[in-house]
């Protein structure tokens, strides 16, 4: 249920370049690693022609945008130099972006490699660290027009998820997400995206207190997106390794859609893409 009130003018559409995205339909971020030690497809396209494959792979099954990170950020991934990120991802995105019409997305911490990802035909920044670790990010955002993803994280990834502790995770989220929001427009980025950050610095229970609340950041008024594919919340909960965590990741998905996420970023774009069409079916006929 949209919240009737909201901080912030609500967001109906997002603007990636010279594509409008209508949000009245959620829409799917498809993930593409070029890292070799990412919790589930780490190593597995490193090569240019192993990226290109499984970009074109997500794009034949429908991905709205397409999500370049050359850093690992799962729990306990080490940081690696900026020289080596640019080395993984500039030439895949240059490669995507001449051959295929598709909004790409650029995962990264770091204000140079954001910079040099817009050069190459980025459109959005996805940033994990909402600006603590590099906060020229904001900059090269403001600067050049660029839609923001704005993450909650408590800790690093190689100390997040060692003792998450919160007073109400909920609450805390929130306030983080509307006092980022309210810094990121005062510096002039007007494109946010949010996202509460499901297992970044977060128990199982955080997590799923995280998912029975969505639907009040809603209150906010920018457009949510949801990174639960594969992930330990639903891995723990089914006894199974990411490889065989589809299904509850799918489940997950659904209950995601109807408590309001705009945006599902994942692994697999053919499962997530029937899944909105089954909820925006469920919508249609709901009173």
């Known amino acids: 249920m949209q919240s009737k009130t909201t901080y912030f003018y609500p967001h109906k559409t997002l603007r990636l370049g010279d594509r409008l995205l209508d949000l009245s339909t959620p829409k799917v971020m498809g993930i593409l690693n070029i890292t070799p030690d990412s919790f589930f497809d780490g190593g597995k396209y490193l ?11 997500m794009i034949n099954e429908g991905t709205d945008i397409l999500d370049v990170g050359g ?18 991802i500039i030439p895949v995105i240059k490669t995507i972006t001449s051959k ?14 954001a910079y040099e990802a817009i050069q190459h035909g980025a459109v959005l920044v996805n940033d994990i660290s909402a600006g603590k670790f590099d906060n020229t990010i904001i900059n090269v ?50 494109e946010i995206i ?24 809603q ?10 594919s594969r992930k330990s919340m639903i891995c ?22 109807l408590k309001g996420a705009n945006i599902l970023r994942v692994h697999d774009v053919k499962e997530a893409i029937e899944v909105i069409q089954i909820v925006q079916n469920l919508n249609i006929h709901l009173p």
């Not at 909004?103 to 140079?112: A, C, E, L, N």
């Open 47 to 57: 090569t240019a022609d192993d990226a290109l494959f499984r970009a074109e792979k």
């Open 71 to 88: 850093m690992s950020s799962r729990p306990g991934a080490e940081i690696i130099s900026e020289e080596e990120e640019l080395k993984r």
């Open 100 to 113: 295929f019409d598709i909004p790409v997305s650029i995962d990264t911490i770091r204000g140079k490699v």
């Open 141 to 190: 955002c403001a600067k050049n027009k660029i839609p923001y993803a704005l993450m909650h994280m408590q800790g690093a990834p190689q100390n997040m998820q060692q003792t998450p502790v919160y007073n109400n995770v909920t609450e805390e989220v929130f306030q983080f997400m509307l006092d980022n929001c309210r810094n990121l427009t005062a510096k002039g980025i007007h």
């Open 194 to 217: 949010i996202d509460p950050g499901f297992g970044f610095g977060k128990t199982v229970e955080h997590n799923y207190e995280l998912v029975k609340n969505l639907e009040i950041f």
């Open 219 to 228: 209150q906010i008024g920018f457009p949510i997106l949801a990174g639960i």
């Open 236 to 257: 723990k909960v089914l006894k199974v390794n990411p490889e065989k965590a589809l299904n509850g990741t799918t489940a997950l998905h659904a209950i995601l859609l």
